[in-house]
């Protein structure tokens, strides 16, 4: 296994994504995995100049949309459904009524993310608590990228700061970094009933174990490995999986793409609601992405019972009535 680390334009500039597969294919590469959205463009150019070499692009729509060759898979796991537990349990802790999202750059994957988060919040705000959905503040603020990168981005632990310093007692990440739990830590030092929730690593919690209310992650291990497979077996298809979660155990490492980790902070009677609402998502009993939901401009996204499809999901140009944010990047 050849492992490259740090491929995005800071840590090197000018380097493509077509240059790094030609050096591993000469490498003897024969299954080539590419791990961001951002990777799109150089993943398609590589497998077309690379017929005879399977690639995995993990986020990508390619298939979907019918620009992949023969050799190119796409998988991507429904984060959608981390994101709405994330949300159902920061708005169960909440004291103030406002959460706090810290997102990465701005684009159709982190519209979709920040969405769910916010509406497993106003879920447990409406259906559990019994309060006015329009009582819940809930502001998304994009650093840029996935982490900091001086002089690029904003400033994530300032961004975390000017949440806690303006009313917002839980932040969840949406970036790869931790900013979001060591600033609530910080906070929670100096006498702040305040909370995080970080993105992506399952064991997270562990550098904020007191204010951490659990962590949403991806676990790629079985569908790697069912590629791996195919491949070697002479099985391989192009295809696009969107994995849900194993609902019988979403934390099993051998069968689930998706998971929530409860943190310590997570409360036992907190914990028990989020628990129950797992179960009802994964029966369908909850359906979140169900109308009417507009957009924020105010135009409709689903009407009134309409449930959204996959690619209503998957292409959201904008985020919903009710947040507070950017819905698209400045040019």
């Known amino acids: 296994m050849i492992y490259i680390d740090k491929v995005n334009p ?58 992949a060759t023969a050799n ?23 004291k103030t009524g406002k959460i706090g999202y810290l997102g990465p750059l701005i684009n159709e994957e982190t519209r979709r993310l920040a969405a769910s988060a916010y509406l497993g919040a106003r879920y447990a705000w409406e259906k559990v608590l ?45 970036i790869d970094t931790t900013e979001g739990l060591v600033v609530a830590r910080q906070k929670r030092q100096e006498g702040k009933q305040v909370w995080a929730i970080p993105y992506d690593y399952k064991d997270a919690c562990s550098g904020g174990p007191e204010i951490c209310l659990g962590v949403p992650f991806f676990n790629w291990g079985p569908s790697y490995a069912q590629f ?31 998971g929530f980790m409860p943190g310590n902070a997570l409360s036992k009677q907190v914990q028990a609601s989020t628990e129950a609402f797992i179960q009802d998502l994964g029966s369908g009993k909850v359906q979140l992405f169900k109308g009417p939901l507009n957009y924020q401009d105010g135009t409709v ?23 507070t944010g950017e819905s698209k990047a400045k040019k």
């Open 10 to 67: 800071a840590d090197r500039p000018g380097i493509t994504v077509p240059q790094l597969v030609d050096d591993l294919v000469s490498k003897g590469a024969k299954l080539i995995i590419a791990n961001s959205d951002d990777m799109k463009d150089g993943a398609r150019e590589a497998a077309k100049r690379h017929p005879k070499t399977y690639f995995i692009h993990v986020s990508g729509d390619d298939v979907w949309t019918g620009k």
């Open 72 to 94: 190119l898979a796409n998988v991507m796991g429904k984060m959608e459904y981390g994101k709405m537990i994330a949300g159902f349990a920061a708005a169960l802790t909440t």
């Open 130 to 174: 019994k309060k006015d959905p329009k009582d819940l503040v809930f502001q998304v603020t994009w650093i840029g990228f996935w982490f900091n990168i001086p002089g690029v981005t904003a400033d994530p632990t300032q961004v975390a700061h000017n949440f806690f310093n303006s009313g917002h007692d839980v932040v969840i990440s949406g």
């Open 228 to 258: 791996v497979k195919d491949a070697m077996g002479g099985k391989w298809k192009s295809q696009w999986l969107w994995l849900s979660p194993d609902w019988k155990e979403i934390n099993n490492p051998d069968t689930s793409a998706v």
């Open 301 to 323: 996204f689903l009407k009134s019972g309409e449930v959204a499809t996959d690619k209503q999901i998957w292409y959201m140009s904008q985020l919903l009535q009710g947040m």
